[in-house]
């Protein structure tokens, strides 16, 4: 009774969820919830941050600290300097591997979502349907495959097998979030610079990469992150301490008698951060990609 | 970087000046559609090589594997038939095992997808300070989830970690507690961890499915007297299917295929009591050096994921737009 009441003045109003329209009250409750949620995924890595600038004797002490009562900042100079594991390696390592194989996710994937999206050909779905597939597979279901396979090849614990591995299976992301942008530029934009006389290659350099440049750092940022956190297969593929990456040398302080968490932290924080701000960067576009497409 | 691309100038110049339209291709002999696979292979090519070098023919590899004989140092004895599938019947951890990956699964799908709900309906309405919100909430799924789980894991610690000084302090427990000592509460923290982790990319899934939700619908709802609680069963609920069934699907492969948590937080409890199908295929790979049994339990896991997928397949039907 109430509600066919009010509904009289409300039906006159446009429509809703606009900041002006909303009574003050709710506003200040929304804020308050925001600053909430906000506090509840950062703080994990409030408490790193804090964690990082203590000393070991703080750190460690029985009686923990939720703020550092002094700030060492040269942990972040001593950190990688650590006996558990060559952390300066495993960051060389980290960012080699990350480099290379969105590298070559680019030069594979780009041609593959361009001529997909753009050109007709007999086994266009099958090509396509394997790129779903491979996109729902992960390393760590075919780690032992894997491990046998480039033990025979002769390049188990190489960068090499890692930039392979990495490049293989986040290649699937790539393609498809460019053939979406491909297949999103109208086909007589092609067409008419056919016309002209231009060549595919032409067509593809000059007229459809700078409209799909959204895509392209999309999935370039997708791919980077992806290998730069990548850590089952790593963990079996690469056996020399010096070739694994931060993710898995990290693990090798839990466990330890005496563990150095200012250390563990200072190096979470410098690896977390980039990829982080990578990550908000194509904040927009990540789910078109990683969903095919299936949610709008 | 532009060497591949620019390889073929001949090929794709003969495919090009073919007409391409769909009644042009009915007509087109099956001589002119070998070519056209021809000549699309130098850019699809480089693509299904590394599909098939490195995703699939592991695969194989670890299918044959899975019916060898391999010594702990990796030489293989010959074939033994499905001898390592028995060993791993044998093992009388296994039902555990297989237990604890459904609930882990369950468990972590369905907490996520619950929690997020809430979480994509609350950053769907606008606030002063919203973005800053919605960008907070992606920092879990950018960062590396190793790390994320270590500082859970320092936190759990004895006497020295904050999460459990934090509980004292809100008077939760008595005294500290050794939570990644024991099975069961090491399993628990490690759901919660993998349920923050999940987050981020479910939320953003929902989030826009609700984008797909049509404001008129929702007025005239309002307008018919529903109230909220029934415009968002009846309405927001239903549109949201597409978005839920990628989400469920994609998250349940995420976290069946999970491994860095459980490694972390109960990596170090001896015996089984806290294992699921993927850190045990670490612990044959890694601890036991049986890469054969090992294979044969991946073969098991790749053929659960195998039918994950072909669910995702058939509900989501990713190929509609393609």
């Not at chain 1, 297969?233 to 005496?258: D, R």
Request: positive net charge.
């Amino acid at each position: 009774m109430t509600a066919l009441l009010t509904s009289a003045p409300r039906a006159a109003r446009k429509p809703r969820y606009t900041a002006d329209q909303v009574p003050l009250s709710t506003v200040i409750w929304r804020m308050v919830a925001g600053a909430v949620v906000l506090l509840i995924f950062v703080i994990p890595y409030l408490i790193m941050f804090f964690g990082s600038v203590k000393t070991k004797s703080e750190i460690r002490s029985v009686e923990p600290t939720y703020f550092p009562t002094e700030w060492h900042w040269e942990n972040y100079l001593t950190m990688w300097f650590t006996p558990e594991t060559p952390l300066v390696q495993n960051l060389i390592s980290t960012i080699v591997i990350s480099v290379f194989a969105t590298l070559l996710v680019l030069l594979v994937a780009l041609p593959a979502a361009y001529y997909t999206a753009r050109a007709r050909f007999p086994g266009r779905l099958v090509f396509m349907f394997l790129v779903i597939v491979t996109q729902m597979l992960q390393p760590a279901v075919l780690t032992s495959g894997l491990f046998r396979q480039f033990g025979f090849l002769g390049i188990s614990d190489t960068w090499l097998a890692m930039i392979l591995i990495n490049a293989a299976f986040n290649l699937s992301f790539a393609v498809w979030i460019m053939h979406s942008f491909f297949a999103g530029i109208p086909k007589e934009v092609d067409e008419a610079a056919q016309l002209d006389g231009a060549g595919r290659l032409t067509v593809l350099f000059k007229i459809n990469l700078p409209l799909v440049w959204p895509g392209i750092v999309t999935a370039i940022v997708f791919t980077f992150v992806a290998c730069w956190n990548e850590f089952a297969a790593s963990l079996v593929i690469l056996s020399t301490a010096g070739n694994q990456p931060m993710a898995v040398a990290l693990t090798k302080f839990v466990g330890q008698y005496e563990t150095s968490w200012h250390y563990v932290f200072g190096v979470s924080i410098v690896a977390i951060v980039p990829v982080v701000v990578l990550f908000m960067l194509i904040e927009k576009r990540l789910i078109g990609g990683l969903t095919a497409g299936s949610v709008k | 970087m532009t060497q591949t691309i620019h390889e073929p100038p001949t090929q794709t110049g003969t495919a090009t000046g073919r007409p391409r339209s769909g009644p042009a291709r009915q007509r087109a002999a099956a001589g002119t559609r070998l070519s056209d696979l021809i000549s699309a292979l130098p850019w699809i090519g480089p693509a299904l090589v590394l599909i098939f070098g490195v995703v699939l023919f592991p695969a194989v590899v670890m299918f044959y594997n899975s019916t060898r004989d391999i010594s702990l140092s990796g030489l293989d004895k010959g074939p033994v038939g499905f001898a390592n599938y028995a060993t791993l019947l044998e093992f009388t951890p296994l039902g555990g095992i297989m237990l604890r990956t459904l609930i882990w699964v369950v468990a972590v799908v369905a907490l996520t997808v619950l929690i997020s709900l809430v979480l994509a309906q609350f950053l769907n309405k606008s606030f002063p300070g919203r973005q800053i919100v919605r960008l907070a909430v992606i920092i879990p799924w950018a960062a590396s989830v190793v790390m994320t789980t270590l500082v859970v894991y320092y936190g759990l610690e004895g006497y020295i970690g904050i999460i459990n000084k934090f509980l004292v302090d809100i008077q939760l427990i008595d005294g500290p507690y050794g939570w990644t000592k024991n099975p069961v509460s090491a399993f628990s923290w490690s759901i919660g961890i993998a349920v923050f982790v999940s987050l981020p990319f479910t939320t953003y899934t929902i989030l826009a499915g609700l984008q797909s939700v049509p404001g008129d619908i929702l007025e005239a709802a309002k307008m018919d007297g529903a109230g909220r609680i029934r415009t968002y069963f009846g309405i927001v609920l239903p549109q949201l299917r597409g978005a839920l069934s990628v989400a469920v699907l994609i998250n349940i492969i995420n976290v069946f295929n999970s491994l860095p948590i459980l490694k972390i937080m109960t990596g170090s409890i001896p015996g089984y009591d806290a294992d699921t199908v993927m850190t045990m295929i670490f612990k044959y790979i890694q601890n036991e050096h049986k890469i054969d049994v090992a294979s044969a339990l991946s073969v098991v896991a790749f053929l659960i994921v195998i039918v994950i997928v072909a669910i995702y397949v058939k509900v989501v039907k990713p190929m509609k737009e393609v």
